[in-house]
């Protein structure tokens, strides 16, 4: 989905390419090539507490938009248990929701070789955000984790930075990360009320800005993004309480 690994399929694809895809995803990747997926993204976001843009709308500002596909493309979908073979690989799709609702890996159970996009990456956590249609993506996540965990996998191919020589010990650390995160979101609540904006404010975050006005806006668009996937998760977990004031979303223990 996101415009970082789909953005130029329309520059590239020819007349008669196959083009393929999960059908969550293709659908969202066509959905958001119009301008209703971002102005929903962006009141959604409004009502996760992000505050109301002054110069039009916050997803004005977000990469994702800028780069974007700008046609519709026609996808060939498919799904688990389906096998694509290329260049002596059987590769099997596997869907991991949350980085993005419908993300796939692809699994060569033969070569223990997977392709997994954002799911898994080697040196930095993958961003899990909010999205249209979508209540827990943390939820989803640590259960796409636990799915990969389960695979015989000798080699992990990753969208961004180093391979993976030891995909089961990345996932440990990935789930004591944001085991470590829902801590430090629950010891930011208080018996005061906040929006996921204000608890991204006192986040930790590895950025190098002096504080949170230092950040550039696309920064506090995904920041408030991961605050809200653990905030939703501890609220749908029962550990926490939210409340809708004015159409806004606040949280406290």
Not at 54 to 66: L, V
Not at 126 to 141: A, K, R, S, T
Not at 158 to 186: C, N, P, W, Y
Not at 231 to 243: C, D, H, V, W
Request: aromatic share 12%; net charge negative; hydrophobic share 35%.
């Amino acid at each position: 989905l996101h415009s970082d690994h789909c953005g130029l399929i329309s520059k590239f694809a020819k007349s008669g390419c196959k083009i393929l895809a999960g059908e969550t995803e293709g659908e969202m990747i066509n959905f958001e090539s119009g301008n209703l997926y971002w102005r929903m993204l962006d009141d959604l976001f409004i009502k996760f507490g992000f505050p109301e843009a002054q110069f039009g709308r916050n997803t004005d500002i977000h990469p994702g938009r800028k780069y974007c596909n700008t046609e519709k493309v026609n996808f060939t979908y498919v799904d688990e248990g389906d096998v694509l073979e290329y260049g002596g690989y059987h590769f099997q799709p596997i869907l991991t929701p949350g980085h993005t609702p419908g993300h796939m890996c692809l699994y060569d159970a033969e070569k223990k070789v997977l392709f997994c996009g954002d799911h898994i990456l080697g040196t930095i956590t993958p961003n899990i955000c909010i999205e249209l249609g979508v209540e827990n993506p943390l939820e989803d996540y640590l259960n796409s984790l636990k799915k990969i965990d389960a695979l015989d996998v000798d080699l992990v191919l990753t969208s961004h930075g180093t391979m993976i020589q030891d995909v089961h010990g990345r996932i440990q650390e990935l789930f004591q990360h944001h085991e470590a995160r829902l801590e430090e979101v629950k010891n930011i609540l208080t018996n005061e009320w906040k929006t996921s904006y204000m608890v991204a404010q006192d986040m930790t975050w590895e950025i190098m800005c002096k504080d949170w006005e230092s950040f550039p806006a696309p920064q506090k668009w995904f920041a408030t993004g991961e605050a809200i996937s653990h905030l939703q998760y501890l609220y749908l977990s029962g550990i926490i309480l939210r409340e809708e004031r004015n159409g806004i979303y606040y949280y406290k223990k």
